[in-house]
């Protein structure tokens, strides 16, 4: 059974550290996307990425957040400086194909105190 | 921008069909029509997907008028498990998932 994995599952930090969120896809799926939960905004997409390349990042925040894929198989989100309006529950999902239907991972539920 | 409108919340019983309502006036020509079903602490999970016309699974159905403006997900004799939010985002509108509808089934 084929799963996108985040890590870590919860990540509590101080204002100001460097926050990075790992994410797998699922093998053979050619678009990651990165999101935010929060209880105001609800679910929105910060960027996503199709065959590593990113294809669209203007939901998210540039002068301190940056997403990357080193490779086919890990996605990254880093925030730094992280500061308290970061805490939210960040998803990464995958898909075979852009439009196609999306897979999430089980979050990673960041709290900057 | 295709923005979605959808109900913020909506109660229901066991046993009865559940029928939520999407609004999408400016849908692009080669938008998927997708629901997703999110369970607290939990990412959001694929229900059905449509382009036009009706669209029937094991768990649902997805109508879609022949203008495409809008799509009702319809969950037959829901139990308490549905109780989720259930989101209908567009590709065209950036996959705004927003706050979705809220389900909530009572004994």
């Known amino acids: 059974d084929a799963r996108v994995t985040q890590t870590p599952r919860h990540k509590v930090t101080e204002m100001g550290q460097e926050v990075t969120m790992r994410c797998q896809p699922i093998?053979?799926?050619?678009?990651v996307f990165w999101y935010r939960q929060t209880m105001m905004q609800g679910l929105e997409l910060l960027a996503y990425?199709?065959?590593?390349?990113?294809?669209?990042d203007s939901g998210m925040p540039k002068d301190r957040f940056s997403a990357e894929m080193p490779d086919a198989t890990l996605a990254t989100l880093k925030i730094q400086p992280s500061e308290p309006r970061d805490s939210a529950v960040y998803f990464c999902?995958?898909?075979?194909?852009?439009?196609?239907?999306?897979?999430f991972g089980p979050g990673t539920r960041l709290l900057v105190l | 921008l295709a923005k979605t409108t959808q109900p913020i919340s909506m109660d229901s019983y066991e046993g009865q069909e559940v029928n939520i309502t999407c609004s999408h006036n400016n849908i692009a020509t080669n938008d998927y029509i997708t629901w997703y079903q999110q369970f607290p602490s939990q990412g959001p999970r694929f229900i059905i997907q449509?382009?036009?016309t009706k669209v029937t699974n094991e768990v649902a159905s997805l109508f879609i008028p022949a203008d495409r403006k809008s799509s009702t997900l319809s969950l037959p004799r829901v139990s308490l498990s549905d109780t989720a939010v259930y989101y209908c985002?567009?590709?065209?509108?950036?996959?705004?998932f927003g706050g979705g509808t809220r389900v909530l089934v009572k004994p």
């Open positions: 449509g382009y036009k």
């Open positions: 999902a995958s898909a075979r194909e852009g439009r196609e239907t999306q897979y």
């Open positions: 985002p567009l590709f065209s509108n950036k996959l705004t």
């Open positions: 093998l053979g799926h050619n678009t």
């Open positions: 990425f199709r065959n590593r390349a990113p294809l669209d």
